[in-house]
């Protein structure tokens, strides 16, 4: 009971912040749909890693494969949609380099790396999937630093997500 009290109480706090975030944004959104495909050598390798891990996944016209884990119901999220996530983000090692602890982050679709603009789409709120992002779909060749300067993510890596999908506006 506890849990679902907890949940309920996340999804609140997560719409309390989008209705802040869409008000502050005065829906002056000119977002466009991305419209990228990751290069072949990039989809290679990526394929080469799920074949050697036995994952099965589905492949995105894009370059991108994903797991779809629930669907969700309700609004599919736009670029200009404020959504809220919770996410924990691995290197193909699996080791984790980023995480929302559990805690939904809003964010802007169209303001995000392109594997999660175009993954985000294929689920709604309410809905999981597990996203396997190549390169140039993530942070493409340069290293992410944090604010010390120390690499986060290293160039031309691929990433995985997993993605709850709490909220669309």
Sequence with gaps: MRK?????????????????????????C???EVKAEAPEAEVLSLEQYLEEN??????HPSGLYYIIETPGAGLVAEPCSIVA??????F?????????EGTPIAFRLGQVIAGWQMGLKL??????????IPPSLGYGPADKVDMDG?????GNST???DVELVDVQ
């Design 92 to 100: 193909t090692n699996g080791e984790i380099f980023d995480s929302s």
């Design 4 to 28: 679902y009290a907890f949940y309920g109480l996340l999804v609140l706090l997560s719409s309390g912040l989008i209705s802040c975030l869409k008000n502050r944004d005065n829906d002056t």
């Design 54 to 59: 036995s994952i099965t996944a589905q492949k």
């Design 159 to 161: 990433l995985i997500f």
């Design 85 to 90: 996530a919770i996410y924990t983000g691995k």
């Design 123 to 132: 689920i709604q709120p309410g809905g999981k999937i597990k996203l396997f």
């Design 30 to 32: 000119n977002l466009q």
């Design 150 to 154: 120390k690499v986060v993510i290293p």
